[in-house]
């Protein structure tokens, strides 16, 4: 196989495989903050936390690589800096992601033993009333 004719993703189809992640999670936040009545209050900032965290994981993600591709742009590429720069993100990237996947999975253990009643310290408490249509509207005239 000729080397030439597989080369790395541009950096702008990079950037664009993340952007859709970082929106998303942008949602996830917005989502949560507005059910946080409905999940409990821990329930949903930890939701609203761990997709904050996820969604700057993917910011990070952009960052680094448009902080490697200015440094491999340069005509005078020192390979010590690019391992350190590369090297500080993917723990940064290991960590951002960890965590904020770790909050997202707990707000759902949280709200889980909320709903069960039971006393696990970090969400007891009452689970909401189910959800119940309202009465059909009476049709016909006003009674007075």
Known sequence: MDSSTVE???????????????????????????????????????????????????????LWILHVRSITSGGDLDIDTFNTVNNAYAVADAVLITIGVALVVASLLVRRSAADGSP???????????WSPAPP????PPQE
């Open 137 to 140: 509207p009476a049709w016909g």
């Open 8 to 62: 790395p993703l541009s950096v702008g189809v990079q950037i664009g495989l993340r952007v859709p992640v970082i929106l998303i999670a942008l949602a996830g936040v917005l989502l949560a903050l507005l059910m946080l009545r409905r999940l409990g209050a821990l329930s949903g900032i930890l939701a609203a936390a761990g997709s904050l965290l996820i969604a700057a994981d993917q910011a990070a993600n952009v």
């Open 120 to 130: 696990a310290g970090l969400g007891a408490g009452a689970a909401p009333a189910p």
